[in-house]
């Protein structure tokens, strides 16, 4: 369809001057896209089980991340670590306080539980699966903490 006969459609016309004649027109807009978002938040597997409505395996826990075992193990410890806060991707992460703070505690959560795990001298890997490509299944941010067996290189 080409633009000018968009535009002098009467019907779309007269549509969009009523919407966007509106005083709220901006909020009528922008509402259902906020809906869409805490939808989404709303349906996360890991809100869930930082709410407690899914159980999980916890090891460790603090004000701003949790961690526990993954529910489909890769190796013989596979922990993962995530923020209580819905961040999507490590991507998202901003340069706020609080994000800075988020991503301290979830590195410090990884030393302590490689070392509850038993897996820090002997060593261990940690992987955050990024979107499509990278692997990524669940869309709230999560650390992989992998240990206790050979790890190779590359990774598959
Ligand atoms: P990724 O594919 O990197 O997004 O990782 C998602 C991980 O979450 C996978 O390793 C899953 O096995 C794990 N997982 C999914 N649901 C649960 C659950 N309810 N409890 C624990 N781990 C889960
Ligand atoms: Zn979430």
Redesign the pocket.
């Known amino acids: 369809m080409k633009t000018g006969s968009f535009i002098h459609n009467p019907k779309l016309r007269s549509f969009l001057l009523k919407f966007f004649g509106q005083k709220n027109f901006f909020w009528k807009l922008i509402t259902p896209l906020l809906k869409l978002q805490k939808n989404m938040k709303g349906e996360c597997?890991f809100c869930k089980?930082v709410s407690g409505e899914?159980n999980?395996k916890k090891v460790y826990e603090n004000e701003k991340v949790v961690a526990?075992?993954?529910?489909?193990p890769?190796a013989p410890v596979?922990i993962?670590v995530i923020p209580k806060k819905h961040i999507e991707k490590i991507t998202d992460l901003g340069d706020s306080e609080e994000d800075k703070e988020i991503l301290y505690e979830i590195t410090k959560a990884c030393k302590i539980i490689a070392n509850q795990m038993k897996i820090a001298e002997r060593g261990f890997r940690i992987?955050v699966?990024t979107n499509p490509e990278g692997?990524?299944?669940?869309y709230h941010l999560?650390f992989?903490i992998i240990g206790g067996r050979q790890m190779r290189w590359p990774p598959g």
């Open positions: 597997i089980i899914i999980s526990f075992h993954d529910i489909n890769q596979h993962l992987v699966n692997g990524q299944t669940v999560h992989h």
